[in-house]
C-alpha cells in the first residue's frame, strides 16, 4: 500500500519562512507526479505546486514565494515557503499519483500568525 507521510508544517510568523517535505513508499512503481495542495479554512482543496516529469506547475499565489523540489530515487517532494501570509494557514497535503491511483497524505497544518 503506497502511502505519503509529510513533516514540517507548524506555526510561523508572517514573512517567515518553512519548509514541507513528503516522502512515499510502499510501492515500486515510479511515482508518476508529486505535489502539495492545501486547503484553507472554509475553502476547498486547491493545488500549491506540483511536478509530473520536467514541468512543474505552481499556483498564482504561490509563484515567486514558494519553490517545489523533488527527488526521484527517493520519491521525496519538498515544498519551500518563504513571505508566507496570514493567508497561507492550511492544512498542507502531499499528493502523488502512483500507477494511475491518487494517493494522498494525511496533511500537516501550516499557521502564519504573529
Known amino acids: 500500500q503506497v502511502q505519503l507521510e509529510e513533516s514540517g508544517g507548524g506555526l510561523v510568523q508572517p514573512g517567515g519562512s518553512l519548509r514541507l517535505s513528503c516522502t512515499g513508499s510502499?510501492?515500486?512503481?515510479?511515482?508518476?507526479?508529486m505535489g502539495w495542495y492545501r486547503q484553507c479554512p472554509g475553502k476547498e482543496r486547491e493545488l500549491v505546486a506540483s511536478?509530473?516529469?520536467?514541468?512543474?506547475n505552481y499556483s498564482d499565489s504561490a509563484k515567486g514565494r514558494f519553490t517545489i523540489s523533488r527527488a526521484n530515487a527517493r520519491n521525496t517532494v519538498d515544498l519551500q515557503m518563504s513571505s508566507l501570509k496570514p493567508e497561507d494557514t492550511a492544512v498542507y497535503y502531499c499528493?502523488?499519483?502512483?500507477?494511475?491511483?491518487?494517493?494522498w497524505g494525511k496533511g500537516t497544518l501550516v499557521t502564519v500568525s504573529s
Open positions: 499528493y502523488a499519483k502512483v500507477g494511475g491511483a491518487d494517493v
Open positions: 510502499g510501492s515500486a512503481l515510479y511515482f508518476f507526479a
Open positions: 511536478i509530473t516529469g520536467a514541468t512543474i
